[in-house]
């Protein structure tokens, strides 16, 4: 029985792949054609062409084999491949209105939940007011404090914080559900109304699991900053500015879906800020100990301007040029997402002469961007903190590292200037070198990239020390 089963259900796979294949087909008008890419075989399309390890390196090859847009078609589904900042340029801003959506995945939307965070939906008017609430917030604020502390007004604990880690499994989550192919389902929508007990569906039960975990990432904390609001604690933060500004403590009537919208983009500044900063917190890391060079005229630089006793603060930026373009080459070097968070066409459109559907999913290959000559000098591949001084360099956080167009991340500057304190600070304090072994040897560092939809250091080992007695006393002083 269980052999019958299984074989209806693959019957019934096989028939609804060939339908969605067939449906997806559309043919160019007359005298038009997709992009150049590689070319499709009968019935899967390209699905064979698809990277599931080391991407980056798949996608550099086919813009340097294709050009600036490269299509395929995997399964039915257009994707589109934006390789210079010229065609990026075009598509998402000055073609805005068509390339701003979001494509909407059973996966990571209807399984796991994620529709509620503004960086995954669809461009309209929902997406616009958690737009505004996060924008008109970052501009008033200065970046002083962690990402939790700010927005929820909570502390962390420094060992085993249900808050961080609850988070970290969220970041598991996004990392494989946000790889395009990962998971069938995405391609045969119908799949997500099978049983956990069904043959294949594995799927279900992870997605029920994040589920849980993105549900409470979102909720709890945003629930504890209420509270503290509602015993009246005059602690600010994002939340309670937000929630006094509806003056819900008040005797007003409340506006659900305002508060949605607070609850919303704060679990997505939560989120984005906290990952942002520990993924290039890593990168940097890494070209520390690969650069001593770089970390010895950065602690000078320091050193020269700050003298002894005290941490650089958001204050100091303009006097510490060398630390500045540390931050912007960590950006530029190791961009946390390869191809970014995707777009989606709102309609079809016709670019140089080729025709893109309605539906295209369409990314921005951002390593591309970031390691091209022409924009950021030779040796791309290099860690070159120096190449930012040059006045052609353009600058990556404008060049595709916080996104494109209308769905670049508003929080940009908080974000850069989180990692401007953290890297000074680091740097200030600490030398960072090579892995030790028992003996107190050194021994060169061993680490790789992951893969997916993130692009940062596997876990690596390194030697973290005080730069001398007086940073360990700079570091007393601050924890107490």
Same mark, same amino acid.
């Given at each position: 029985m269980a052999v019958f089963s299984q074989l209806i259900a693959f019957g019934c796979l096989l028939a609804a792949l060939y339908f969605k294949v067939f449906k997806g087909r559309r043919i160019p008008p007359r005298g038009l054609k997709f992009p150049p890419g590689p070319s499709p075989k009968p019935l899967i399309g390209n699905l064979l062409d698809f990277p599931m390890t080391r991407e980056w390196e798949t996608y550099h090859e086919w813009a340097q084999k294709y050009g600036e847009l490269v299509h395929i078609n995997v399964l039915g589904k257009h994707m589109l491949f934006v390789n210079s900042w010229r065609m990026a340029y075009e598509l998402f801003d000055k073609r805005s209105s068509i390339y701003s959506d979001r494509p909407t995945t059973p996966m990571m939307h209807d399984l796991m939940g994620f529709g509620w965070a503004f960086v995954f939906q669809p461009y309209g008017e929902w997406w616009r007011r958690h737009r505004k609430a996060m924008h008109d917030q970052f501009h008033r604020s200065v970046v002083r404090a962690i990402i939790m502390e700010m927005t929820y007004g909570i502390q962390v604990k420094p060992n085993h914080d249900p808050y961080v880690e609850n988070a970290e499994t969220v970041l598991v989550a996004i990392a494989e559900a946000g790889?395009?192919?990962?998971?069938? @389902?995405?391609?045969?929508?119908?799949?997500?109304?099978?049983?956990?007990? %069904?043959? !294949?569906? !594995? %799927? $279900?039960?992870?997605?029920?699991?994040?589920?849980?975990?993105?549900?409470?990432?979102? /909720?709890?904390p945003f629930e504890a900053a209420r509270a503290k609001l509602e015993a009246g604690s005059t602690d600010a933060c994002f939340v309670t500015k937000l929630l006094e500004d509806l003056s819900l403590h008040k005797s007003d009537p409340i506006n659900e879906d305002?508060? &949605?919208?607070?609850?919303?983009?704060?679990?997505?500044? %939560?989120?984005?800020?906290?990952? &942002? &900063?520990?993924?290039?917190?890593?990168?940097?890391?890494?070209?520390?100990?690969?650069?001593?060079?770089?970390?010895? $005229?950065?602690?000078?630089?320091?050193?020269?301007?700050?003298?002894?006793?005290?941490?650089?603060?958001?204050? /100091?930026?303009?006097?510490?040029?060398?630390? @500045?373009?540390?931050?912007?080459? &960590?950006?530029?070097?190791?961009?946390l997402a390869p191809l970014g968070v995707p777009h989606c066409t709102s309609q079809e459109d016709i670019v140089d002469g080729y025709y893109i559907p309605k539906g295209t999913i369409v990314f921005g290959n951002i390593v591309e961007l970031l390691h091209n000559e022409e924009h950021f000098g030779p040796d791309t591949d290099k860690f070159i903190p120096e190449r930012h001084f040059h006045p052609d360099v353009r600058d990556p956080a404008t060049t595709g590292a916080f996104g494109f167009g209308r769905r670049a991340c508003p929080g940009n500057t908080m974000a850069f200037n989180s990692l401007f304190i953290v890297f000074a600070s680091i740097l200030k304090v600490f030398n960072i070198s090579n892995p030790r072994d028992e003996n107190g040897k050194e021994f060169p560092v061993e680490y790789d990239w992951t893969s997916g939809f993130f692009f940062v250091p596997t876990p690596f080992k390194c030697t973290i020390k005080p730069r001398s007695e007086e940073a360990e006393r700079l570091l007393l002083y601050q924890n107490n």
């Open positions: 790889i395009p192919g990962r998971f069938l @389902v995405d391609t045969l929508p119908f799949l997500k109304y099978v049983p956990e007990w %069904f043959p !294949g569906a !594995g %799927f $279900k039960r992870k997605a029920r699991r994040w589920r849980q975990a993105i549900s409470d990432m979102v /909720d709890l305002e508060v &949605t919208v607070i609850k919303n983009t704060a679990g997505t500044m %939560f989120l984005g800020g906290a990952d &942002t &900063t520990v993924s290039a917190m890593r990168a940097f890391l890494l070209a520390m100990v690969l650069h001593p060079e770089v970390q010895r $005229k950065a602690q000078k630089e320091l050193d020269d301007f700050l003298g002894p006793g005290r941490l650089p603060e958001i204050e /100091d930026m303009d006097q510490l040029p060398y630390i @500045v373009a540390i931050a912007k080459e &960590t950006l530029r070097w190791r961009p």
